[in-house]
Protein backbone atom coordinates (compact mmCIF):
# COMPACT_ATOMS: atom_id res chain seq x y z
CA UNK A 1 0.00 0.00 0.00
CA UNK A 2 1.06 3.38 0.07
CA UNK A 3 -0.04 4.66 3.68
CA UNK A 4 1.70 7.03 6.33
CA UNK A 5 1.55 6.93 9.56
CA UNK A 6 2.35 9.53 11.39
CA UNK A 7 1.94 10.96 15.44
CA UNK A 8 -1.12 12.28 16.62
CA UNK A 9 -1.54 15.85 18.09
CA UNK A 10 -1.83 18.08 19.24
CA UNK A 11 1.97 18.50 20.45
CA UNK A 12 2.64 21.72 23.27
CA UNK A 13 5.75 22.66 23.46
CA UNK A 14 7.56 25.61 25.06
CA UNK A 15 10.00 27.64 23.06
CA UNK A 16 13.71 26.32 22.51
CA UNK A 17 12.13 22.79 23.38
CA UNK A 18 13.42 19.95 21.34
CA UNK A 19 10.43 18.69 18.90
CA UNK A 20 10.33 15.31 17.36
CA UNK A 21 7.47 14.03 15.28
CA UNK A 22 7.48 10.54 14.05
CA UNK A 23 6.21 9.20 10.36
CA UNK A 24 6.32 5.96 9.17
CA UNK A 25 5.14 4.64 5.29
CA UNK A 26 4.51 1.42 4.13
CA UNK A 27 7.73 -0.20 2.42
CA UNK A 28 5.64 -0.49 -0.80
CA UNK A 29 8.30 0.53 -4.22
CA UNK A 30 10.80 3.28 -3.37
CA UNK A 31 8.99 6.65 -2.72
CA UNK A 32 10.00 9.73 -2.33
CA UNK A 33 9.07 11.19 1.61
CA UNK A 34 8.01 14.86 2.07
CA UNK A 35 7.08 16.86 5.16
CA UNK A 36 4.64 19.41 4.36
CA UNK A 37 3.45 22.54 6.50
CA UNK A 38 0.06 24.45 6.70
CA UNK A 39 0.03 27.48 8.78
CA UNK A 40 -3.47 28.81 10.15
CA UNK A 41 -5.90 29.60 7.20
CA UNK A 42 -3.32 28.93 4.41
CA UNK A 43 -2.59 26.54 1.77
CA UNK A 44 0.65 23.36 2.39
CA UNK A 45 4.60 24.43 1.66
CA UNK A 46 7.09 22.02 1.31
CA UNK A 47 9.13 21.87 4.76
CA UNK A 48 11.70 19.49 3.34
CA UNK A 49 12.01 16.38 1.51
CA UNK A 50 14.35 13.34 0.61
CA UNK A 51 13.93 11.01 -2.56
CA UNK A 52 16.43 7.87 -1.27
CA UNK A 53 17.16 5.77 1.39
CA UNK A 54 19.91 7.75 3.93
CA UNK A 55 19.03 11.11 2.65
CA UNK A 56 18.36 13.59 5.17
CA UNK A 57 16.48 16.77 4.38
CA UNK A 58 17.11 19.84 5.94
CA UNK A 59 15.29 23.53 6.09
CA UNK A 60 14.61 26.46 8.75
CA UNK A 61 16.45 24.15 11.52
CA UNK A 62 14.34 21.05 10.74
CA UNK A 63 15.39 17.76 9.75
CA UNK A 64 14.37 14.14 8.63
CA UNK A 65 16.34 11.34 7.66
CA UNK A 66 15.52 8.48 4.85
CA UNK A 67 15.33 5.39 7.43
CA UNK A 68 14.52 2.62 4.97
CA UNK A 69 15.26 -0.08 7.51
CA UNK A 70 12.54 1.25 9.91
CA UNK A 71 10.51 2.52 7.17
CA UNK A 72 10.40 6.19 9.10
CA UNK A 73 11.23 9.78 8.09
CA UNK A 74 10.84 11.41 11.96
CA UNK A 75 10.70 15.20 11.63
CA UNK A 76 13.23 16.93 14.29
CA UNK A 77 14.20 20.59 15.16
CA UNK A 78 16.84 21.20 18.30
CA UNK A 79 14.81 24.45 19.40
CA UNK A 80 11.24 25.68 18.30
CA UNK A 81 10.01 28.82 18.60
CA UNK A 82 6.30 30.28 18.59
CA UNK A 83 5.98 30.43 14.93
CA UNK A 84 6.87 27.00 14.06
CA UNK A 85 3.51 26.43 15.36
CA UNK A 86 1.36 25.06 12.67
CA UNK A 87 0.22 21.51 11.02
CA UNK A 88 3.02 19.78 9.80
CA UNK A 89 2.14 16.67 7.49
CA UNK A 90 3.95 13.33 6.43
CA UNK A 91 3.73 12.41 2.78
CA UNK A 92 5.19 10.08 0.42
CA UNK A 93 4.88 9.85 -3.61
CA UNK A 94 2.54 7.05 -4.82
CA UNK A 95 3.95 4.27 -6.97
CA UNK A 96 0.80 3.20 -8.37
CA UNK A 97 0.47 5.98 -10.28
CA UNK A 98 3.87 6.26 -11.56
CA UNK A 99 4.73 8.19 -8.50
CA UNK A 100 2.47 10.71 -9.49
CA UNK A 101 0.28 12.15 -6.18
CA UNK A 102 1.19 12.41 -2.59
CA UNK A 103 -0.64 10.09 0.53
CA UNK A 104 -0.64 12.41 3.42
CA UNK A 105 -0.61 11.39 6.76
CA UNK A 106 -3.19 12.32 8.91
CA UNK A 107 -1.14 15.84 10.37
CA UNK A 108 0.44 16.52 13.71
CA UNK A 109 -0.79 19.83 15.01
CA UNK A 110 1.98 21.45 17.21
CA UNK A 111 1.73 24.32 19.41
CA UNK A 112 4.48 26.27 20.83
CA UNK A 113 4.22 27.79 23.82
CA UNK A 114 6.28 31.72 24.39
CA UNK B 1 3.62 36.59 -7.89
CA UNK B 2 0.99 34.10 -6.40
CA UNK B 3 2.23 30.51 -7.92
CA UNK B 4 -0.94 28.51 -7.08
CA UNK B 5 -4.12 30.72 -7.21
CA UNK B 6 -7.51 29.11 -6.21
CA UNK B 7 -11.04 31.27 -6.86
CA UNK B 8 -13.21 31.07 -4.83
CA UNK B 9 -11.57 31.28 -1.35
CA UNK B 10 -15.09 30.93 0.20
CA UNK B 11 -17.65 29.35 -0.86
CA UNK B 12 -21.21 28.84 1.04
CA UNK B 13 -23.79 27.05 -0.81
CA UNK B 14 -27.70 25.19 -0.48
CA UNK B 15 -27.74 21.83 -0.77
CA UNK B 16 -28.53 20.34 -4.27
CA UNK B 17 -26.76 23.37 -6.05
CA UNK B 18 -24.09 23.30 -8.35
CA UNK B 19 -20.65 25.10 -8.28
CA UNK B 20 -17.31 25.44 -9.50
CA UNK B 21 -13.68 25.91 -8.26
CA UNK B 22 -11.03 27.15 -10.42
CA UNK B 23 -7.14 26.90 -10.74
CA UNK B 24 -4.32 28.43 -12.33
CA UNK B 25 -0.79 28.40 -11.71
CA UNK B 26 1.66 30.47 -13.12
CA UNK B 27 5.09 28.23 -12.43
CA UNK B 28 4.57 26.75 -16.49
CA UNK B 29 3.79 22.72 -14.34
CA UNK B 30 2.57 20.05 -16.82
CA UNK B 31 0.63 18.46 -13.96
CA UNK B 32 -1.74 19.69 -11.97
CA UNK B 33 -3.74 18.01 -8.43
CA UNK B 34 -6.86 18.42 -6.69
CA UNK B 35 -6.81 16.93 -3.12
CA UNK B 36 -9.44 17.14 -0.41
CA UNK B 37 -8.72 17.79 3.10
CA UNK B 38 -11.78 17.02 5.34
CA UNK B 39 -12.90 18.62 8.83
CA UNK B 40 -10.24 16.41 10.83
CA UNK B 41 -7.02 18.13 8.08
CA UNK B 42 -6.90 14.32 6.17
CA UNK B 43 -5.85 15.08 2.89
CA UNK B 44 -6.83 13.02 0.30
CA UNK B 45 -5.92 13.36 -3.88
CA UNK B 46 -9.05 13.07 -5.50
CA UNK B 47 -7.50 13.90 -9.29
CA UNK B 48 -4.43 14.75 -11.48
CA UNK B 49 -3.64 15.91 -14.64
CA UNK B 50 -0.91 15.97 -16.90
CA UNK B 51 -0.65 17.99 -20.15
CA UNK B 52 -5.06 18.62 -19.82
CA UNK B 53 -4.70 14.72 -19.82
CA UNK B 54 -7.04 13.00 -16.70
CA UNK B 55 -4.41 10.41 -15.57
CA UNK B 56 -5.10 9.84 -11.41
CA UNK B 57 -9.40 9.99 -10.75
CA UNK B 58 -9.46 8.12 -7.49
CA UNK B 59 -12.67 6.80 -6.12
CA UNK B 60 -14.72 10.37 -6.07
CA UNK B 61 -18.27 10.58 -6.82
CA UNK B 62 -19.14 11.24 -10.40
CA UNK B 63 -20.77 14.46 -9.41
CA UNK B 64 -17.02 15.92 -9.14
CA UNK B 65 -16.14 16.59 -12.75
CA UNK B 66 -12.40 18.12 -13.46
CA UNK B 67 -11.76 20.02 -16.51
CA UNK B 68 -8.87 21.52 -17.72
CA UNK B 69 -8.82 23.33 -20.61
CA UNK B 70 -5.52 24.03 -20.89
CA UNK B 71 -2.25 22.83 -18.84
CA UNK B 72 -1.91 25.76 -16.49
CA UNK B 73 -5.84 25.44 -15.12
CA UNK B 74 -7.65 22.55 -13.77
CA UNK B 75 -10.87 23.28 -12.30
CA UNK B 76 -13.18 21.03 -10.52
CA UNK B 77 -17.05 21.53 -10.99
CA UNK B 78 -19.83 19.85 -8.40
CA UNK B 79 -23.16 18.63 -9.06
CA UNK B 80 -25.57 18.70 -6.73
CA UNK B 81 -24.12 19.77 -3.60
CA UNK B 82 -24.19 17.19 -0.10
CA UNK B 83 -23.49 17.87 3.10
CA UNK B 84 -20.29 15.65 2.95
CA UNK B 85 -19.21 17.75 0.21
CA UNK B 86 -18.21 20.68 3.04
CA UNK B 87 -14.28 20.96 2.81
CA UNK B 88 -11.19 22.79 2.03
CA UNK B 89 -10.56 21.90 -1.69
CA UNK B 90 -6.87 22.62 -2.55
CA UNK B 91 -5.07 22.71 -5.79
CA UNK B 92 -1.62 22.06 -6.39
CA UNK B 93 0.70 21.63 -9.19
CA UNK B 94 4.02 19.88 -9.86
CA UNK B 95 6.50 20.09 -12.98
CA UNK B 96 6.04 16.43 -14.94
CA UNK B 97 4.42 15.09 -11.88
CA UNK B 98 7.11 11.98 -11.42
CA UNK B 99 8.76 11.12 -8.04
CA UNK B 100 10.81 13.69 -5.79
CA UNK B 101 8.74 16.95 -7.06
CA UNK B 102 7.61 19.12 -5.08
CA UNK B 103 4.00 19.91 -5.48
CA UNK B 104 3.47 23.91 -4.88
CA UNK B 105 -0.27 24.20 -3.15
CA UNK B 106 -2.84 26.89 -3.94
CA UNK B 107 -4.10 28.84 -0.24
CA UNK B 108 -7.66 26.12 -0.67
CA UNK B 109 -10.75 26.96 -1.20
CA UNK B 110 -13.35 26.65 2.30
CA UNK B 111 -16.67 25.18 0.83
CA UNK B 112 -19.57 25.00 3.45
CA UNK B 113 -22.91 23.38 1.99
CA UNK B 114 -25.95 24.16 4.38
Known amino acids: GNSVTQMEGPVTLSEEAFLTINCTYT??????LFWYVQYPGEGLQLLLK?????DKGSNKGFEATYRKETTSFHLEKGSVQVSDSAVYFC?????????????FGSGTRLQVQP | DTAVSQTPKYLVTQMGNDKSIKCEQNLGHDTMYWYKQDSKKFLKIMFS???????INETVPNRFSPKSPDKAHLNLHINSLELGDSAVYFCASSQDGVTGETQYFGPGTRLLVL
Open chain 2, 49 to 55: YNNKELI
Open chain 1, 91 to 103: ARSRVDTGRRALT
Open chain 1, 50 to 54: ATKAD
Open chain 1, 27 to 32: ATGYPS
